[in-house]
């Protein structure tokens, strides 16, 4: 029997801004990790969920998810486009700029940004793609800048053979906008985690994010 999945709790000014969002760009009918690992089929280089599907992933707790997200180092963008050739439609989004990213177009407005997926303009978005900006093939965090490492420093592999972020990377990078469903994932991760990692986000929220709300929580 499939695990029913926890609903996800929004505030009112999010499913507001969701509706806002659907009029201009159109709607989501987002790839599972199933999906995902379908799409990057043959892809030669690093991938790995983030967000919410990498917290699932760790705590085996289901929850709904508005979206996937899956990353890649900013130097394999090149790659990934060639891997999915006509099949897909890519879009570079840049603080809601949209333009894109194909042969006319072989640069992203921005490497920290996202690139959204999709079949066609008559489909709806499959996956966001938020590339990760990389030092020589090194990742970077987007949150501190001087936190750079290897890979595998920064995700796991899970029994399926799919790359995750590691729950307190990811977590930090919910830290803001710390929405409902953010706090929700820190709760059934914190318990979870070990001390080091335990050690690790505190530390980094507490310097990034000054009286940050979670500081209480992560004791």
């Not at 199933?34 to 085996?60: C, H, K, N, Q």
């Not at 030092?135 to 790359?163: F, I, M, Q, S, Y």
């Not at 710390?178 to 709760?187: E, H, I, N």
Request: hydrophobic share 40%.
């Amino acid at each position: 029997m499939t695990e029913e999945r926890e609903p996800l709790h929004r505030f009112p000014e999010e499913v507001a801004e969701d509706e806002d969002f659907f009029r201009w760009y159109g709607r989501w009918d987002p790839l599972d990790p199933d999906g995902v690992v379908e799409l990057m089929a043959g892809f030669d280089r690093p991938w790995w969920i983030v967000g919410g599907w990498s917290i699932e992933a760790f705590t085996g707790r289901p929850r709904e998810h508005e979206d996937v997200d899956v990353s890649i180092l900013g130097c394999d963008l090149g790659a990934f486009r060639a891997h999915v050739g006509d099949a897909w439609n890519l879009w570079s989004n840049h603080g809601g700029t949209l333009r894109p990213f194909n042969d006319t177009h072989p640069e992203v407005l921005d490497v920290g940004s996202q690139v959204w997926i999709r079949r066609s303009a008559a489909d709806p978005w499959v996956v966001d793609m938020v590339p990760t900006p990389d030092r020589d093939g090194l990742w970077t965090n987007k949150r501190d800048p001087d936190h750079v490492a290897p890979l595998d420093e920064v995700t796991w592999v899970a029994d399926t053979g799919v790359r995750y972020q590691r729950p307190e990377v990811t977590l930090l990078y919910k830290a803001i906008p710390s929405r409902p469903k953010d706090a929700r994932d820190l709760a059934v991760t914190w318990p979870l985690l070990d001390a080091e990692a335990q050690a690790w986000l505190r530390e980094a929220v507490g310097r990034l994010y000054p009286g940050h709300a979670w500081l209480d929580v992560m004791t």
